[in-house]
């Protein structure tokens, strides 16, 4: 959450010429509702079991960037479907980072939308911790602390021109 993945996402598709799929968007026109509304009518397992099968289906795609929710990489084995299909990105921030960035988005993203602007940097923190053994089996990991997005996607292209050659 809040570290680049879509803004990201769509700077690397533009300029390597493919789509660019963000899978809970994806999952909102599949489902003709905000994935806020999913959670609270269905609850978290039911969105994750939703995600898990989108998943799949979106990594079948070719030549396609996929940008998902902070949370699909911890669920299922969905690390193993992103890595067995494409190259899997951790854009990594600090916890100070993301919080700046999610406190304005607060009310929008289920999972912080009852936090505090005090409590957001800690709980990014706790969720940090639980979700980087998932993150950390990316193929790539790259750090976004900074607020211009064009040094990040510049390396992620230098990354993957490097696969390819």
Avoid: W
């Amino acid at each position: 959450m809040g570290s680049g993945k879509t803004t990201i996402g769509h700077m690397l598709s533009k300029e390597l010429g493919c789509s660019f799929i963000d899978l809970d968007c994806y999952i909102e026109n599949r489902y003709l509702k905000k994935i806020s509304e999913i959670f609270s009518e269905q609850g978290e397992q039911k969105f994750r079991e939703i995600e898990h099968r989108l998943l799949k289906e979106v990594a079948e795609m070719d030549n396609v960037i996929i940008s998902t929710g902070g949370g699909a990489a911890c669920f299922f084995n969905n690390m193993q479907i992103m890595n067995q299909h494409g190259v899997s990105i951790y854009l990594q921030s600090t916890p100070e980072k993301l919080a700046a960035r999610l406190l304005s988005a607060r009310n929008t993203r289920p999972l912080i939308k009852n936090i505090t602007k005090e409590e957001l940097p800690l709980f990014i923190r706790k969720k940090l911790t639980e979700r980087e053994p998932y993150y950390n089996q990316s193929t790539y990991i790259v750090q976004n602390n900074d607020d211009n997005p064009e040094p990040v996607s510049k390396k992620i292209k230098e990354f993957l021109s490097s696969r390819i050659d």
